[in-house]
C-alpha cells in the first residue's frame, strides 16, 4: 500500500492532535448527535489532559460529525497541526474505540489500517425494468462504480449511471463497455464485480473489449444497493474479505524469494528499524497481531531518526530525541523515505516479531547509517 495520501499531513509541523471517533448515526438509541456530541466533550477532555491548544479543539470541534450525511457505521479520523485541520479522513468503519491523542506525531496507522487491503476494482450493477423481454417500454439501467476497497463505502468512487430502452441495449452495450473499460483502465482496476439481470449482463459482458472481459466476476445481486453507500458493498464485502491487492501479493512474493536466498530482506523489529534508519525499506510488512505494536521507539526531528533505545539514537549525533509509541514512529518513517505498507496476516506471512521489510537493496552497510547523522 502506498501512503502519498499522508504526505500533505507530515509536512506540517507538530505538535498533532489525532481524534478518531464514531460518527455512526443509523441505529443509535435516542438523539443521535446528541449521543455523538457526547463522544465529542470526552474526546476534547482528553485532549486538554494531554495539553491541546484552543486552536487544535477548535479545530477538530467544527469538523467532528460533519459527515450526517453518510448512512450506515462508520467513523472519522480527524488531524490538527497548530490550530488548523491537516486532514480528514472518513472511517470504512468506526473506530474500535474512540481515541484523541495529543503529541510531536500523528497517529496515524489505525486510519492507514482502515485504507487497507485497498483493491482497486470496478462495480457494475445492471437492472432489467420491464415485465418481459418483449416489453417495449422497458429499461436496461446500469451502476457502475470505480474506485478502492474498502473507501468506497464512505467516499465515493467514480459513477457511472445510465438507463437504455430495452431495443437498443444490444448495440449501446458495445458502446457502455467501453466506457466502463476506461474506468477501469483509469485506476487499473483488479477485477470488474458484475451482477444483476442475468440476460442483460450477459449481453454486456460479450460486448466488454477483451482486455477487461477476463477480468469479470459475476455473482448474484443479493438485494438492490443502498443509497449512499458503495455499490454492491455487501457483495464486495465478502468477496474481498481477507484478500491482499495483487500489488502488496507481488510485494510479499517478492519478500519470501529474497528471504529465502538470503538476499534483500529483512525480519525482526531491530533489523527493520535498522533498515529504516538507512531509507533502505521498499516494503515494510506488519502482521495485524504483534507484540512490537505496543513497544516505544525513540526518534529524533527527520523521519528516518529512529531507534530501539535512547543511547543509540544520541551515539549517531541526534541531540533532540523524545520517545513515541512504534506506530507512529514507523508511519512517519515510511512516509518520509517514500516506502510501501503491507498489513499482511500472519496466516499467509509469518514474521518474527510480527515485522519484515522487503529492502531495496541487499547491502545494509556498516557502521553509522548516514540519515541518523545530525
Same mark, same amino acid.
Given at each position: 500500500?502506498?501512503?502519498?495520501?499522508?504526505?500533505?499531513?507530515?509536512?506540517?509541523?507538530?505538535?498533532?492532535?489525532?481524534?478518531?471517533?464514531?460518527?455512526?448515526?443509523?441505529?443509535?438509541?435516542?438523539?443521535?448527535?446528541?449521543?455523538?456530541?457526547?463522544?465529542?466533550?470526552?474526546?476534547?477532555?482528553?485532549?486538554?489532559?494531554?495539553?491541546?491548544?484552543?486552536?487544535?479543539?477548535?479545530?477538530?470541534?467544527?469538523?467532528?460529525?460533519?459527515?450526517?450525511?453518510?448512512?450506515?457505521?462508520?467513523?472519522?479520523?480527524?488531524?490538527?497541526?497548530?490550530?488548523?485541520?491537516?486532514?480528514?479522513?472518513?472511517?470504512?468503519?468506526?473506530?474500535?474505540?474512540?481515541?484523541?491523542?495529543?503529541?510531536?506525531?500523528?497517529?496515524?496507522?489505525?486510519?492507514?489500517?482502515?485504507?487497507?487491503?485497498?483493491?482497486?476494482?470496478?462495480?457494475?450493477?445492471?437492472?432489467?425494468?420491464?415485465?418481459?423481454?418483449?416489453?417495449?417500454?422497458?429499461?436496461?439501467?446500469?451502476?457502475?462504480?470505480?474506485?478502492?476497497?474498502?473507501?468506497?463505502?464512505?467516499?465515493?468512487?467514480?459513477?457511472?449511471?445510465?438507463?437504455?430502452?430495452?431495443?437498443?441495449?444490444?448495440?449501446?452495450?458495445?458502446?457502455?463497455?467501453?466506457?466502463?473499460?476506461?474506468?477501469?483502465?483509469?485506476?487499473?482496476?483488479?477485477?470488474?464485480?458484475?451482477?444483476?439481470?442475468?440476460?442483460? =449482463? !450477459?449481453? +454486456?459482458?460479450?460486448? &466488454?473489449?477483451?482486455?477487461? %472481459? *477476463? #477480468?469479470?466476476? @459475476?455473482? /448474484?445481486?443479493?438485494?438492490?444497493?443502498?443509497?449512499? =453507500? !458503495?455499490? +454492491?458493498?455487501?457483495? &464486495?464485502?465478502?468477496?474481498? %474479505? *481477507? #484478500?491482499?491487492? @495483487?500489488? /502488496?501479493?507481488?510485494?510479499?512474493?517478492?519478500?519470501?524469494?529474497?528471504?529465502?536466498?538470503?538476499?534483500?530482506?529483512?525480519?525482526?523489529?531491530?533489523?527493520?528499524?535498522?533498515?529504516?534508519?538507512?531509507?533502505?525499506?521498499?516494503?515494510?510488512?506488519?502482521?495485524?497481531?504483534?507484540?512490537?505494536?505496543?513497544?516505544?521507539?525513540?526518534?529524533?526531528?527527520?523521519?528516518?531518526?529512529?531507534?530501539?533505545?535512547?543511547?543509540?539514537?544520541?551515539?549517531?549525533?541526534?541531540?533532540?530525541?523524545?520517545?513515541?509509541?512504534?506506530?507512529?514512529?514507523?508511519?512517519?518513517?515510511?512516509?518520509?523515505?517514500?516506502?510501501?505498507?503491507?498489513?499482511?496476516?500472519?496466516?499467509?506471512?509469518?514474521?518474527?516479531?510480527?515485522?519484515?521489510?522487503?529492502?531495496?537493496?541487499?547491502?545494509?552497510?556498516?557502521?553509522?547509517?548516514?540519515?541518523?547523522?545530525?
Amino acid at each position: 500500500m502506498r501512503l502519498t495520501f499522508l504526505e500533505p499531513l507530515y509536512r506540517q509541523p507538530g505538535p498533532f492532535a489525532s481524534v478518531y471517533v464514531d460518527t455512526s448515526r443509523d441505529g443509535a438509541v435516542g438523539d443521535p448527535d446528541a449521543a455523538l456530541a457526547l463522544r465529542w466533550r470526552r474526546l476534547r477532555d482528553l485532549l486538554v489532559t494531554e495539553g491541546a491548544d484552543d486552536g487544535a479543539i477548535t479545530a477538530v470541534a467544527g469538523t467532528v460529525g460533519c459527515d450526517a450525511e453518510i448512512p450506515g457505521t462508520h467513523g472519522q479520523a480527524l488531524f490538527t497541526a497548530h490550530g488548523t485541520l491537516a486532514l480528514q479522513g472518513e472511517l470504512p468503519e468506526p473506530p474500535g474505540r474512540d481515541s484523541a491523542r495529543f503529541g510531536a506525531l500523528p497517529d496515524t496507522m489505525p486510519l492507514i489500517a482502515q485504507h487497507a487491503p485497498e483493491i482497486p476494482y470496478l462495480a457494475v450493477y445492471v437492472h432489467y425494468t420491464g415485465r418481459h423481454f418483449l416489453d417495449a417500454d422497458a429499461t436496461v439501467h446500469v451502476e457502475s462504480e470505480a474506485g478502492w476497497w474498502p473507501l468506497t463505502k464512505v467516499t465515493p468512487g467514480e459513477r457511472l449511471d445510465e438507463r437504455i430502452p430495452i431495443a437498443d441495449w444490444p448495440r449501446a452495450a458495445a458502446r457502455l463497455g467501453r466506457r466502463l473499460a476506461g474506468q477501469a483502465d483509469r485506476l487499473d482496476a483488479e477485477t470488474l464485480v458484475l451482477t444483476g439481470d442475468t440476460w442483460a =449482463r !450477459g449481453i +454486456l459482458t460479450r460486448r &466488454l473489449p477483451p482486455r477487461l %472481459r *477476463g #477480468r469479470v466476476t @459475476a455473482v /448474484d445481486a443479493g438485494g438492490a444497493p443502498r443509497p449512499g =453507500r !458503495g455499490l +454492491l458493498e455487501h457483495l &464486495l464485502d465478502r468477496l474481498f %474479505r *481477507g #484478500r491482499l491487492a @495483487a500489488h /502488496d501479493q507481488a510485494l510479499v512474493g517478492a519478500f519470501l524469494t529474497q528471504r529465502a536466498h538470503g538476499g534483500a530482506a529483512t525480519e525482526g523489529l531491530p533489523d527493520t528499524v535498522s533498515a529504516l534508519q538507512r531509507g533502505q525499506v521498499r516494503a515494510l510488512f506488519l502482521n495485524e497481531r504483534r507484540r512490537s505494536a505496543s513497544l516505544p521507539l525513540w526518534v529524533g526531528p527527520d523521519p528516518a531518526q529512529l531507534a530501539l533505545t535512547e543511547g543509540e539514537l544520541r551515539s549517531y549525533g541526534v541531540r533532540a530525541v523524545r520517545r513515541e509509541q512504534a506506530d507512529a514512529a514507523l508511519a512517519r518513517a515510511l512516509v518520509g523515505t517514500g516506502a510501501e505498507l503491507v498489513l499482511v496476516p500472519a496466516w499467509l506471512l509469518q514474521l518474527r516479531g510480527g515485522t519484515g521489510a522487503l529492502l531495496r537493496y541487499a547491502d545494509a552497510g556498516r557502521g553509522q547509517p548516514d540519515r541518523l547523522r545530525a
